[in-house]
């Protein structure tokens, strides 16, 4: 056993003798954990074997049992403006949890917001949306959903784009996911260019492209379903246009311009909640932010939100099919927090640094 799965077991054991003995019953009353906000991240909830490719989706049967432990631990869950304005005023209520989904993706609206409903829970969906215009299959998490599927194949031959030959294993598939993307990047493709790449890739995997569309996998909602979701009780929040941040003010406020135009059409309430896209940031993104007139902002980064926390840096628990039920029970408790977390390691794969055909 590795160093990493050894540290793991630990915590295991201690979140263990911790319940056990009836400590995280105790803290999950105290004022402490009354102090402070949980705030839960998701981004899909499969309906075939998305769960099996990525470590952002789950399964939904694991998402009603996240559902149940919620209800079962006596959770009290809050829209996410109510739950960050009782934090700042210290009125939480006891074991206080607000739940996020980021994107917007379709498996949101047939699988996963109708679990939420069920347990009558609010929740807030920061929707990324020129996907949403363009219903199509999300380019870049489609690349790598295709080459998993196609990973049989053991290697992929594509002059076009590959110098040479790549195999198919866990770290082939990751550079091949760059390479296609720094392709499409160079040739400057639209959204309908990239998906006929996407088309051309999942031929020479010898997947069925428009099988998968059929099924909407990867697609986000629709203007009609969001429409739907909004009646039903959904918060809409800002998560960009384009799933893209920039390191220049102007067009990232551009980029927020387009998002809200969007989402304005869905919903009369005005967006004022913002999600990093992919966890990302740059340091002066929260005076952006709140320039902008943004009021919160939320990481990828594990952790409760206290009053001190600043609010345009907010951590949340990502949610996983590797993280065990005990873990979440131990946040749901708070016991989790007193354990040591490993650093967020930010991607910038999300950062433009000069305009480009960012679609």
């Known amino acids: 056993m590795n160093d990493l799965s050894a540290v793991r077991r630990i915590k295991l054991g201690v979140l263990n003798l911790a319940e056990g003995t009836g400590f995280s019953r105790l803290l999950s009353g105290s004022a402490w954990r009354r102090n402070r906000l949980l705030i839960l991240c998701y981004h899909g909830v499969s309906m075939y074997d998305e769960h099996m490719w990525g470590e952002l989706h789950i399964s939904p049967e694991l998402f009603r049992q996240r559902m149940e432990c919620i209800a079962q631990a006596g959770c009290n869950v809050l829209p996410l403006s109510e739950g960050l304005q009782r934090l700042q005023n210290r009125t939480l209520p006891d074991r206080a949890v607000t739940i996020t989904f980021d994107d917007g993706l379709f498996d949101f609206f047939s699988v996963a917001f109708p679990i939420v409903e069920s347990f009558g829970f609010p929740v807030t969906l920061y929707l990324t949306t020129y996907y949403v215009e363009f219903n199509r299959p999300?380019?870049?998490p489609m690349c790598s959903y295709l080459l998993w599927k196609g990973r049989g194949k053991g290697q992929l031959d594509w002059p076009e784009v590959f110098a040479a030959p790549v195999a198919l294993d866990e770290e082939g598939r990751r550079r091949a996911v760059t390479a296609i993307k720094q392709f499409a990047a160079s040739q400057h493709l639209s959204g309908h260019e990239k998906d006929g790449l996407l088309s051309r890739l999942a031929a020479r995997l010898d997947v069925d492209y428009e099988d998968l569309c059929r099924k909407r996998i990867l697609h986000l909602v629709t203007p009609e379903e969001a429409k739907d979701l909004v009646a039903r009780g959904l918060d809409l929040q800002y998560h960009t246009h384009r799933h893209r941040v920039y390191r220049n003010r102007e067009r990232m406020f551009a980029e927020l311009r387009d998002n809200r135009h969007r989402i304005s059409q869905f919903t009369s309430t005005e967006p004022r909640h913002f999600?990093?896209?992919?966890?990302?940031?740059?340091?002066?993104?929260?005076?952006y932010l709140k320039e902008y007139g943004i009021s919160s902002a939320t990481t990828c980064k594990l952790g409760f939100c206290t009053p001190d926390t600043n609010p345009m840096l907010l951590p949340r628990l990502v949610d996983s099919m590797t993280l065990t039920d005990l873990e979440f029970r131990s946040w749901l408790s708070g016991?989790?927090?007193?354990?040591?977390?490993?650093?967020?390691?930010?991607?910038?794969?999300q950062l433009i640094e000069e305009e480009q055909a960012a679609t």
């Open 275 to 287: 999600c990093y896209t992919a966890g990302f940031y740059l340091p002066e993104y929260p005076e």
């Open 138 to 140: 999300v380019f870049d």
């Open 335 to 349: 016991t989790a927090g007193f354990l040591p977390t490993r650093p967020y390691q930010m991607g910038e794969g």
